[in-house]
């Protein structure tokens, strides 16, 4: 198993450009997640997945989009990127609600 | 709605002595309450979790944490440190409902020789 997996691990873009942030698991898990982590506020929530095809806003999701059309997959899209999204994002996956959530490596993203 | 706050952004503690993170949360259901490690440049790792069965839970790496309702906390313990122990720790809550999971602040600890 490879667990979850992320890329790319580096990102720059400049302000106003979009990209998507890719996340994939092997674990047959319904829930994905996503957070960013920034100094002093540890991770955050910006979109969960509780299966295929459904979503769920987070506690920061202004300027993020997510979908989920299979399983494994469940990418992350910038539409519009802006300075304040610089962070490191993780991608998570739990097999259910309140089980543990085993996280992906990481992108590191600079907007500038 | 749920909340976590660890007490101490930064810890410092000699080789070898007792190691203490605290960790407080709220919670309008009884919740799933988590430590999580993380090395520099890496993801996050499970140290350990609560999920109602013993309140004493023991982790990886000789960690173990306490539940104590009464005071809402979920203090992260280990006997004595080493220097590998180095590292940010995040105290997590989850409700049972669904996988949202909140983090605190984190605390990072210094293990100085």
């Known amino acids: 198993n490879a667990g979850v997996t992320q890329t790319p691990k580096f990102q720059v873009l400049k302000t106003g450009q979009s990209m998507t942030l890719q996340c994939a698991q092997d674990?047959?898990?319904?829930?994905m997640s996503w957070y960013r982590q920034d100094p002093g506020m540890g991770l955050r929530l910006i979109h969960y997945s509780v299966g295929a095809g459904i979503t769920d806003q987070g506690e920061v999701p202004n300027g993020y989009n997510v979908s989920r059309s299979t399983t494994e997959d469940f990418p992350l899209r910038l539409l519009s990127a802006a300075p304040s999204q610089t962070s490191v994002y993780f991608c998570a996956s739990s097999l259910e609600g309140g089980a543990t959530q085993y996280f992906g490596p990481g992108t590191r993203l600079t907007v500038l | 709605a749920q909340s976590v706050t660890q007490l101490g952004s930064h810890v410092s503690v000699s080789e070898g002595a007792l190691v203490l993170l605290r960790c407080n949360y709220s919670s309008s259901v009884p919740p799933y309450l988590f430590w999580y490690v993380q090395y520099p440049n890496q993801g996050l790792q499970l140290l350990l979790k609560?999920?109602?069965?013993?309140?004493l839970v023991k982790g990886i790496n000789g960690f173990e944490a306490e539940f104590k309702k009464s005071e809402t906390s979920f203090h992260l313990t280990k006997p004595s440190a080493h220097m590998s122990d180095a590292a940010e720790y995040f105290c997590?809550?989850?409700?049972?409902?669904?996988?949202?999971?909140?983090f605190g602040e984190g605390t990072q600890l210094t293990v100085n020789p």
């Open positions: 997590a809550v989850s409700e049972t409902s669904g996988s949202r999971l909140t």
């Open positions: 609560y999920t109602s069965a013993a309140t």
């Open positions: 674990m047959n898990h319904e829930y």
